[in-house]
């Protein structure tokens, strides 16, 4: 029977969130780049929550798009209300938020990616993973790796060749080996389900929930993927046979109701921004401001929490059923109430899943109670008596990887030029897919075309903060990104992801040299506006204490500079416009970046010297090949810690759960002395 045999620079595997960006990244350097997906009509799909964004995660989208990547751009297109969070706190953590129209959302993706240069769709399911030893076995000519390396490295621009330490931190791709597999294992491709197999020079694997899924509710166990997809059943073998370690979690969702059968009279409306700001950096503000879909607020009461108290031995959760673990900060509304005892109701929000469809997306309750108890629990609460349920809420098994078999490149530790991305990583949601595609993409693509694997720092990034924690802590439920867990988020905020990654993304080929110019510009101009105030002064003339005494600020019994104003927390630089006749006429963005520079200065100036040392730790770097067995005074914990996730530096090593600041006292002296 003859072989079917295709050639490509890159394999993806799954068209989810990560894929896609994992897909783009690729593609947009050049390389010939594959996608499969288990359905075409599930690419980009919204499976659970039809939104982009919100707290910290609106962070996440607004750094991947200025790296070069798609999410932020999609939603700007595909949004039906839009919200910043967290406006009455600090700039820190602001967080954009849109609701999606969950079905255009998809086909707009799927468009951009049918219409993108060097990658091909593929509708099939990847069965196999193939390395170079498979290939020699079957017979197969194996990729010109060496010489494809050089030749694409001879066309790479001067910027994706170096870098600077001060910019960000790289580290060179090589080997890590485990003891139980080939200590030389370096992909080749791919097989289908078909028998068919696809050799390329690296392979990005994002399955998200697909691998040996199943959807629960009550007593009803479907082999499924989400929304009746088929699920993805003979990878994870695969992937076990290569020494790759999987573990079992659980996400879920809640139930779709038909709108036309909610009382919304009995809900408290919740409207969009009246100015919307777009999450992509180069879209047209103008252009999102746009009529907005409405939201709603209920919530729950005493006869909801009675319904599932009473019915709580029939929860797949409780009854043993399902042994998976679930994300801690997204639990069911059965977990709520039996965790929560001593609150009396819980937030539900009613969502449009889109401008084209009637279905209400009940956000705060997900379950997978059976079918009688879900609609009981659901018409206790206030507006959804008569509710009509579209779709019931389900829960999902699925298998996914352990991430300290990764690298911060999201490399394999045991296969070169495997990379991993998604929720397959043993993350959760949509934008921390998307994050993490994209790196693993970009990735996949500079270690094919020779150049150097981009690694950001938690300084420099919440992707960073997201992928160090994902590959240095030992996760036991799926990871969400949360404001706190990020060190120096004064620094690393929403508004200022461009200043801060344009010139990354550029390096590798994902942004133009024009979108490179305008953040320079802008760049340009916030410095001069800053330098410019700090020199101009006002008395105490009638206008500017009228202006004080109209916003309750203290007037001035001597001049003072336009600065000492703008830190007032009563004042900012918009409010002392009409005192200051000589103001260019500035962006908004570029006067928002003013705005907070001069009012958080000295907590910016702070965080800057604490990223001074962090930095000064990141750059230890710590040899692959090191032997921990010969490090003297190290505790067994640690030295086990250290041998099972093998750090590249002493800043990630002192992250890693049971190593001590004493073990890395250790570990440094040993380093010094070698």
Do not use: W
């Not at 989208?61 to 969070?85: C, W």
């Not at 494809?148 to 790479?156: A, G, Q, T």
């Not at 200051?580 to 520079?597: F, G, S, T």
């Amino acid at each position: 029977m003859p072989l079917t045999v295709e050639r490509y620079d890159v394999v993806i595997v799954g068209a989810g969130h990560a894929g896609c960006e994992a897909a783009l990244a690729c593609a947009r350097t050049g390389l010939e780049t594959i996608i499969f997906t288990v359905s075409v009509e599930s690419i980009a799909l919204m499976p659970c929550n039809p939104n982009i964004g919100g707290s910290s995660k609106g962070h996440l989208v607004r750094e991947v798009d200025a790296l070069g990547g798609e999410m932020g751009k999609n939603i700007d297109r595909t949004f039906i209300q839009s919200k910043m969070l967290n406006r009455s706190k600090g700039p820190a953590v602001h967080s954009l938020r849109a609701q999606a129209d969950k079905a255009s959302y998809s086909a707009e993706m799927r468009r951009v990616l049918e219409n993108q240069e060097h990658l091909t769709i593929r509708q099939q399911e990847v069965t196999e993973l193939v390395t170079e030893a498979d290939l020699r076995h079957l017979g197969i000519e194996l990729p010109d790796r060496a010489q494809d390396v050089l030749d694409k490295n001879s066309e790479l621009p001067e910027n994706n060749k170096k870098c600077t330490e001060e910019e960000t931190l790289f580290t060179k791709i090589a080997p890590n080996p485990v003891d139980d597999v080939d200590k030389n294992a370096v992909i080749a491709g791919v097989r289908t389900i078909s028998g068919a197999i696809y050799v390329a020079k690296a392979v990005v694997l994002c399955t998200g929930v697909y691998l040996k899924a199943s959807c629960i509710y009550g007593d009803v166990r479907n082999e499924t993927g989400p929304n009746g997809l088929m699920p993805a059943n003979h990878l994870s073998d695969s992937l076990r046979a290569h020494g790759i370690s999987l573990v079992r979690f659980k996400t879920g969702t809640p139930a779709r109701i038909d709108g036309r059968s909610i009382d919304f009279s009995k809900c408290v409306e919740q409207k969009g921004d009246e100015r919307v700001i777009p999450f992509s950096f180069s879209t047209d503000p103008e252009s999102v401001q746009i009529p907005q879909r409405s939201c709603f607020l209920t919530y729950t009461n005493g006869e909801t929490h009675r319904i599932i108290r009473e019915n709580i031995d029939r929860s797949p959760l409780y009854g043993g059923v399902i042994h998976a673990t679930g994300p801690r900060y997204c639990p069911s509304i059965e977990d709520k109430v039996m965790k929560f005892a001593d609150k009396d109701r819980h937030q539900v929000f009613i969502e449009p899943e889109g401008n084209y469809t009637n279905e209400m997306y009940i956000d705060g309750m997900s379950s997978s109670m059976p079918e009688d108890v879900q609609r009981a629990m659901y018409r206790s609460v206030p507006g959804l008596e008569n509710a009509r349920i579209v779709r019931y809420a389900y829960a999902i098994e699925y298998d996914c990887l352990s991430p300290k078999q990764l690298k911060d490149t999201l490399e394999f530790k045991a296969i070169r030029g495997l990379f991993s991305g998604g929720q397959f990583n043993g993350s959760s949601g949509y934008e921390e897919a998307a994050a993490q595609g994209l790196i693993a993409g970009i990735n996949a693509s500079q270690y094919v075309r020779g150049g150097e694997p981009l690694v950001l720092l938690r300084s420099e990034a919440y992707i960073g903060v997201l992928i160090d924690d994902l590959v240095t802590k030992e996760n036991q439920e799926p990871y969400r990104m949360m404001t706190s867990r990020a060190e120096y988020r004064l620094l690393l905020r929403q508004d200022n992801a461009d200043l801060r990654l344009r010139k990354y993304g550029h390096r590798v080929g994902l942004v133009s040299d024009e979108e490179l110019r305008r953040t320079e510009e802008k760049r340009r101009q916030i410095a001069e506006e800053l330098s410019r105030l700090s020199h101009v002064y006002v008395g105490t003339s009638p206008e500017v204490q009228a202006l004080l005494r109209d916003h309750e600020s203290t007037e001035l019994l001597s001049g003072a500079a336009l600065t000492e104003l703008i830190r007032r927390p009563e004042l900012s630089y918009e409010l002392l416009a009409p005192l200051d006749p000589d103001r260019p006429a500035l962006p908004e963005d570029v006067a928002e970046q003013v705005n907070i520079e001069i009012k958080y200065a000295g907590y910016i100036e702070r965080q800057k010297r604490q990223v001074a040392e962090f930095v000064r730790l990141e750059s230890r770097q710590i040899p692959e090949d090191l032997d921990y067995d010969d490090v003297p005074s190290l505790r067994l914990e640690a030295r086990q810690k250290l041998k099972a996730f093998r750090p590249s530096s002493i800043g990630q090593a002192s992250r890693i759960a049971g190593v001590s600041p004493a073990d890395i006292s250790v570990l440094v002296v040993y380093l010094g002395r070698k």
